[in-house]
């Protein structure tokens, strides 16, 4: 039998394969490395012809790649080198800059991330500019742990389930349900007095398993009448809730403290001060189970622990009010 050859296959070609093999796509693959999909296909091409194997199942009936045996046995030692690779290089670019530097992936749902997490996420890099914050998106309570290397992910829980914390989690916060509009809807003389509320729209958020952010069980509240009533327009997500109120669409029930920064901004204001609802639902924090612990994550914790515990505007106005 002739010898093997011990050349190793060109790199782009094996960044190639390893992207396929985990996005399951040419199409998605090209999209990330930043070339072409025919360059992709090439570059897959050439490596089975190299290697003197098929790799991936492509084609056809397949909904999306697969790898064959031989192309899972190479893909596991590709994620390895390439994972060694990228952070030799990062430490090199590290020591030559004089400082470690430190990257932290979080995951939280759309809602808490853009309207919550992002502002403070952007304070702290101000704050530590050694640590570098990516931030993924979940629904559905389900953060991918290992596919992102999720070092930190905020869920949303509640004490009657169905979803509850688990032994481990941090506390962050709870909620509290606060109707808000833009300060351009309503008059600053009318935003206590309770019958505002049948002169504007109502704006809902799609929440299973949340009797507070329902206009039913806010009606009463509000001594509104039968004949008050009128069906809401129903959004999903806080933060097209919120980004709706703003516009002056109509009145929401907001979730603090997810709206505290549309509130401080001045975006929205909140009305009838005296009338607030606790939430059923807090949020918790979540570290990846057996991840080394350095010195940026604490960092982070403590960070948000903080602003967690945080006056958020409307209740300064609560406070006032009484």
């Not at 853009?114 to 953060?143: K, M, N």
């Not at 999720?150 to 949303?156: E, G, S």
């Not at 509104?224 to 109120?245: H, I, N, R």
């Not at 918790?284 to 403590?302: F, G, H, K, T, W």
Request: proline content about 7%; hydrophobic content about 45%; glycine content about 6%.
């Amino acid at each position: 039998m002739a010898d093997l050859p011990n050349r190793t296959p060109p790199l782009a070609a094996l960044r190639a394969f390893e992207a396929v093999a985990r996005l399951g796509s040419l199409s998605r693959a090209a999209a990330e490395l930043n070339v072409t999909k025919s360059a992709v296909s090439h570059q897959l091409r050439a490596l089975e012809a190299d290697l003197g194997a098929t790799l991936l199942r492509r084609g056809g009936t397949a909904r999306r790649a697969e790898p064959t045996g031989a192309g899972a046995d190479l893909l596991a030692s590709v994620q390895q080198a390439l994972t060694l690779l990228e952070t030799a290089c990062r430490n090199v670019r590290a020591t030559a800059r004089g400082k470690r530097r430190y990257t932290l992936n979080v995951s939280a749902n759309p809602s808490l991330a853009a309207l919550w997490l992002a502002p403070r996420i952007g304070r702290f890099i101000e704050l530590h500019p050694d640590i570098d914050i990516q931030v993924y998106l979940h629904a559905s309570q389900d953060p991918a742990w290992k596919s992102q290397d999720i070092d930190l992910a905020f869920l949303h829980v509640r004490a009657m389930g169905p979803h509850n914390a688990e032994p481990g989690d941090i506390p962050l916060m709870t909620e509290t349900v606060v109707p808000v509009c833009s300060p351009a809807l309503v008059a600053p003389s009318e935003r206590a007095d309770p019958r505002v509320f049948t002169r504007h729209r109502w704006l809902e958020e799609k929440h299973i398993d949340s009797p507070e952010t329902d206009w039913r069980n806010w009606s009463p509240r509000l001594g509104l009448a039968e004949a008050d009533w009128q069906e809401p327009m129903v959004l999903s997500g806080m933060s097209t809730v919120a980004a709706a109120a703003a516009a002056g669409v109509g009145i929401a029930l907001g979730r603090a403290p997810l709206i505290d920064e549309e509130l401080a901004s001045g975006r929205l204001v909140p009305l009838v001060p005296q009338l607030r609802m606790a939430g059923s639902w807090g949020y918790v924090m979540r570290i990846q189970a057996n991840r080394p612990m350095d010195a940026s994550l604490p960092a982070l914790v403590e960070f948000l622990l903080e602003e967690g515990r945080s006056t958020g505007a409307w209740q300064h106005q609560a406070g006032q009010a009484r």
